[in-house]
């Protein structure tokens, strides 16, 4: 415990550092940056992104984001569901091309995708073949080779499910089952779509501890605010009509930095209207009462946790439901019931979390 405690207090310290180093760098003129990092061969730079754009339907989904992240950075994006966190990831990752702006990615730029939804998991499979590609009994690290029974230790399987297919797995092994898969490749760049939907807390643990000790680029998609205040270096947040705004730190200092940035640009607009303009004292009384919480969404605020904890009691307690390895062979209607369980708890979740959000954005810019 001690070893234990020692580790996870060095590992906050580099965390503070870097994102320390990435305040400094803000304050450096972007355009500068850009320039320099052309002529920069040495690959710390892994992405330069310069007035990104993106419209579906005339809809601004990215209105000219620009940034640059570096060798070693944990960038957090965050937005409610539609906001485009999928389709801002394609851009800066090169997967889509944007309707204007440049990119440019870093040399030799090895990248690694685990989504949401496990699609690329053959349920056929068994455990031991989705780590080896059906292959021995080996996986190929970038470390070096190591044997399939060690790894799944490594990532809380039991020896037993080697042999267990994927379709019999709950959603939080699944999910574990694709982070060990991905953190098998060889890369550079890792990009974590909702990682911790379906997982339980060893699991969650598991994750925080490897995304530390990952030495490439991390680009993650969260709803989860203490995940994102224990990893990422920065938060990428969206500020409505395509407009995505980087905050240096973690999710708690972008809502601090946030609402200090709202009330700026308030002043700045008052300060920017011409004399004899002014609003009567009447109408923007008005305009504040419609900006205030409804009755609904404070009641939101106060409920939604203890029915998110709820869901996570439940989710937990269908983990342990599906974990047993014989209950599919002995109880397949059982197991089948308990699985689909699982699966609607985990949305309401995700739904939960994602009202919570919003709600939550939403006081800290009002300041109630």
Same mark, same amino acid.
């Given at each position: /415990?001690?070893?234990? &405690?020692?580790?996870?207090?060095?590992?906050?310290?580099?965390?503070?550092?870097?994102?320390?180093?990435?305040?400094?760098?803000?304050?450096?003129?972007?355009?500068?940056?850009?320039?320099?990092?052309?002529?920069?061969? =040495?690959?710390? =730079?892994?992405?330069?992104?310069?007035?990104?754009?993106? $419209?579906?339907?005339?809809?601004?989904?990215?209105?000219?984001?620009?940034?640059?992240?570096?060798?070693?950075? &944990?960038?957090?994006?965050?937005?409610?569901?539609?906001?485009?966190?999928?389709?801002?990831?394609?851009?800066?990752?090169?997967?889509?091309?944007?309707?204007?702006?440049?990119?440019?990615?870093?040399?030799?730029?090895?990248?690694?995708?685990?989504?949401?939804?496990?699609? =690329?998991?053959?349920?056929?499979?068994?455990?031991?073949?989705?780590?080896?590609?059906?292959?021995?009994?080996?996986?190929?690290?970038?470390?070096?080779?190591?044997?399939? /029974?060690?790894?799944?230790?490594?990532?809380?399987?039991?020896?037993? !499910?080697?042999? !267990?297919?994927? =379709?019999?797995?709950?959603?939080?092994?699944?999910?574990?089952?694709?982070?060990?898969?991905?953190?098998?490749?060889?890369?550079?760049? %890792?990009?974590?779509?909702?990682?911790?939907?379906?997982?339980?807390?060893? $699991?969650?643990?598991?994750?925080?501890?490897?995304?530390?000790?990952?030495?490439?680029?991390?680009?993650?998609?969260?709803?989860?605010?203490? #995940?994102?205040?224990?990893?990422?270096?920065?938060?990428?947040?969206?500020?409505?009509?395509?407009?995505?705004?980087?905050?240096?730190?973690?999710?708690?200092?972008?809502?601090?930095?946030?609402?200090?940035?709202?009330?700026?640009?308030?002043?700045?607009?008052? !300060?920017?209207?011409?004399?004899? $303009?002014?609003?009567?004292?009447?109408?923007?009384?008005?305009?504040? !009462?419609?900006?205030?919480?409804?009755?609904?969404?404070?009641?939101?605020?106060?409920?939604?946790?203890?029915?998110?904890?709820?869901?996570?009691?439940?989710?937990?307690?269908?983990?342990?439901?599906?974990?047993?390895?014989?209950?599919?062979?002995?109880?397949?209607?059982? #197991?089948?019931?308990?699985?689909?369980?699982?699966?609607?708890?985990?949305?309401?979740?995700?739904?939960?979390?994602?009202?919570?959000?919003? %709600?939550?954005?939403?006081?800290?810019?009002?300041?109630?």
């Amino acid at each position: /415990m001690t070893a234990r &405690r020692k580790r996870n207090e060095r590992r906050l310290r580099n965390l503070h550092e870097l994102r320390d180093r990435r305040r400094t760098e803000r304050r450096v003129d972007g355009n500068v940056r850009m320039t320099v990092s052309e002529a920069d061969p =040495s690959g710390k =730079s892994h992405v330069e992104a310069v007035g990104l754009m993106k $419209t579906y339907a005339d809809r601004p989904i990215v209105a000219g984001f620009s940034t640059r992240i570096q060798r070693g950075d &944990r960038v957090g994006i965050v937005g409610p569901n539609g906001a485009g966190k999928t389709t801002l990831i394609e851009l800066l990752t090169g997967r889509r091309e944007p309707d204007a702006g440049t990119l440019k990615l870093g040399a030799n730029l090895q990248l690694v995708t685990l989504d949401q939804r496990r699609d =690329s998991l053959d349920p056929t499979e068994t455990v031991a073949e989705a780590l080896t590609g059906g292959r021995g009994d080996t996986v190929m690290l970038p470390s070096g080779p190591k044997h399939v /029974m060690s790894y799944m230790k490594d990532f809380l399987f039991e020896p037993g !499910q080697a042999r !267990q297919p994927v =379709s019999a797995l709950s959603g939080g092994e699944r999910g574990r089952l694709m982070l060990a898969r991905a953190l098998a490749r060889p890369s550079n760049m %890792i990009v974590l779509d909702e990682p911790t939907n379906d997982l339980d807390m060893e $699991t969650l643990d598991l994750l925080e501890e490897m995304l530390a000790d990952y030495p490439g680029t991390v680009l993650l998609v969260s709803h989860d605010r203490d #995940f994102l205040d224990r990893v990422v270096t920065s938060v990428v947040v969206s500020e409505g009509n395509g407009r995505w705004v980087e905050y240096a730190g973690g999710y708690a200092d972008m809502l601090a930095q946030r609402g200090a940035d709202v009330a700026a640009r308030a002043v700045v607009a008052r !300060q920017a209207k011409p004399r004899g $303009t002014e609003v009567p004292a009447a109408a923007p009384a008005r305009k504040e !009462q419609k900006r205030r919480l409804t009755m609904k969404e404070m009641e939101a605020l106060k409920t939604l946790p203890g029915r998110i904890d709820k869901l996570h009691k439940e989710i937990a307690r269908l983990d342990g439901m599906l974990a047993d390895t014989e209950l599919y062979a002995r109880d397949p209607a059982a #197991f089948d019931k308990a699985a689909k369980a699982h699966d609607k708890a985990a949305a309401e979740l995700a739904a939960a979390e994602e009202e919570w959000l919003r %709600i939550e954005i939403l006081r800290e810019e009002l300041g109630q």
